[in-house]
Nanobody, 128 residues
Framework: QLQLVESGGGSVQPGGSLRLSCKAS????????IGWFRQAPGKEREGVSC????????NHADSVKGRFTISRDNTENTVYLQMNSLKPEDTAIYYC?????????????????????WGQGTQVTVSS
């Protein structure tokens, strides 16, 4: 059964850091583009960062550029989101999502409807 499980969320003070993980089971991530999304209370889900299957391309929303880094370790079947200099407005449930493509395809997207598989999410709270 294809499954994505997020972990690494928690509570942190402004300026702090967290590293989120997205572990896949039931399939290999080699052929999947991965996106990280977040949804704050009362707001729509938004794309934060995404990465192509071979890591050749990454993309970040303007709101997190320079603070967040997406990476992947296909040998561990895991994608990471390193979040630094966190702000209260980063508070949200963070989700990872996968879409099958080919390993060498330079495909990536921060659009929710482009993804087929989703994890259950992990809560990130930034507060003093």
């Amino acid at each position: 059964q294809l499954q994505l499980v997020e972990s690494g969320g928690g509570s942190v003070q402004p300026g702090g850091s967290l590293r989120l993980s997205c572990k896949a089971s039931g399939f290999t991530l080699d052929y999947y583009a991965i996106g990280w999304f977040r949804q704050a209370p009362g707001k729509e889900r938004e794309g934060v960062s995404c990465i192509s299957p071979s890591s050749s391309t990454t993309n970040h929303a303007d709101s997190v550029k320079g603070r967040f880094t997406i990476s992947r370790d296909n040998t561990e079947n895991t994608v990471y989101l390193q979040m630094n200099s966190l702000k209260p407005e980063d508070t949200a449930i963070y989700y990872c999502a996968a879409r099958r493509t080919s390993y060498y395809a330079n495909w990536y997207s921060r659009v929710t409807s482009d993804y087929d598989y989703w994890g259950q999410g992990t809560q990130v709270t930034v507060s003093s």
